[in-house]
């Protein structure tokens, strides 16, 4: 089956660190391009960061860009957004999701988590 | 950076009316790179349309996008109860935005 498995979710001290995990199974994951969507209770969806399917090549939001760092390990089929310096506003529903093609840029997503929940709290 | 907006926010229609949903963007969208995708309370949101008006694998038929440019419209031919969800527009020309979303709701 199909499917991509997050985790690493949790609740995290304002200025702290987590690294969430997308377990990726029932495709070649080095094909694709992945990405890293979230979204806060109640709102709607803010895109946060890609990359290739090689993993040579990231982007990135303004609102995360130099504290998000996005990685992929094709060995394992797992992506990863390593977060620091966390806010309150960083508290969302993290979702991982697949790209149709494995290039840069012009990544949509045809494939979703279920999510993993980062609350950051005091 | 374009933004995209949603209107309406909310739709209140009856199963079996069309549903005509709409999608702006502060800029001219590069060669229709726009999705739209439906989400249902507690779940992933689901690609529903690429490039503007392809469906994706397993979207029905009642579904279709148009558009181009800056105005983009998602339809739905006739509402089915499973079609009740919030709609995101999202543009990948660029760094990628989804806009605020529209909820349709039962009337």
């Known amino acids: 089956e199909v499917q991509l498995l997050e985790s690493g979710g949790g609740l995290v001290q304002p200025g702290g660190s987590l690294r969430l995990s997308c377990a990726a199974s029932g495709f070649t994951f080095s094909n694709y391009a992945m990405g890293w969507v979230r979204q806060a209770p109640g709102k709607g969806l803010d895109w946060l960061s890609g990359?290739?399917?090689?993993?040579?090549?990231?982007h990135y939001a303004d609102s995360v860009r130099g504290r998000f760092t996005i990685s992929r390990d094709n060995s394992k089929n797992t992506l990863y957004l390593q977060m620091n310096s966390l806010r309150a506003g960083d508290t969302a529903v993290y979702y991982c999701a697949k790209c149709p093609y494995g290039g840069d840029r012009y990544w949509y997503f045809d494939l979703w988590g279920r999510g993993t929940l980062v609350t950051v709290s005091s | 950076e374009i933004v995209l907006t949603q209107s309406p926010g909310t739709l209140s229609l009856s199963p079996g009316e069309r549903a005509t949903l709409s999608c702006r963007a502060s800029?001219?969208?590069?060669?229709?790179?726009l999705a739209w995708y439906q989400q249902k309370p507690g779940q992933a949101p689901r690609l529903l349309i690429y490039?503007?008006?392809n469906r994706a694998t397993g979207t029905p038929d009642r579904f279709s996008g148009s558009g181009s440019g800056t105005d983009f419209t998602l339809t739905i031919s006739r509402l089915e109860p499973e079609d009740f969800a919030v709609y995101y527009c999202q543009q990948y020309a660029g760094s990628l935005h989804f806009g605020g979303g529209t909820k349709v709701e039962i009337k």
């Open positions: 800029q001219s969208v590069y060669s229709s790179y």
């Open positions: 490039g503007a008006s």
């Open positions: 990359i290739t399917g090689s993993g040579g090549t990231t």
